[in-house]
């Protein structure tokens, strides 16, 4: 079992930057694809990016393909979502999530794939 932790969110500006992370518990960490989603005001939750467990492989939703970011680092437990170009439609909380599995390179973008999730980070972008 893993337990995540997201941070990084805030108000920023539309066109500035942050960065969200994700830390996760346990030494198990590289087993794990991750993704990062968001749900914005009275909307569905949406996928965002996924990386796989090695971090050899990314994918990305269309609205944020070429400005958002997906990384992880294994040696700290931690994935992290570079977000730029932020505009008033990024305003969301933004949940990370993790899934076991033996496939290495693999990325998962649907939300039902997913089996452990973080209580989310807030981001607000003002015009």
């Known amino acids: 079992q893993v337990q995540l932790v997201e941070s990084g969110g805030g108000l920023v500006q539309a066109g500035g930057s942050l960065r969200l992370s994700c830390a996760a518990s346990?030494?198990?960490?590289?087993?794990?694809?991750m993704g990062w989603f968001r749900r914005a005001p009275g909307k569905d939750r949406e996928f965002v990016a996924a990386?796989?467990?090695?971090?050899?492989?990314?994918d990305y939703a269309d609205p944020v393909k070429g400005r958002f970011t997906i990384s992880r680092d294994n040696t700290k437990n931690t994935v992290y979502l570079q977000i730029n170009s932020l505009s008033p439609e990024d305003t969301a909380v933004y949940y990370c999530?993790?899934?076991?599995?033996?496939?290495?390179?693999?990325?998962?973008?649907?939300?039902?794939?997913?089996?452990?999730w973080g209580q989310g980070t807030q981001v607000t972008v003002s015009s």
């Open positions: 346990g030494r198990t960490f590289r087993r794990y694809a």
């Open positions: 999530a993790a899934v076991e599995t033996w496939d290495s390179g693999n990325c998962y973008m649907t939300a039902r794939e997913y089996d452990y």
């Open positions: 990386v796989s467990r090695s971090g050899g492989s990314t």
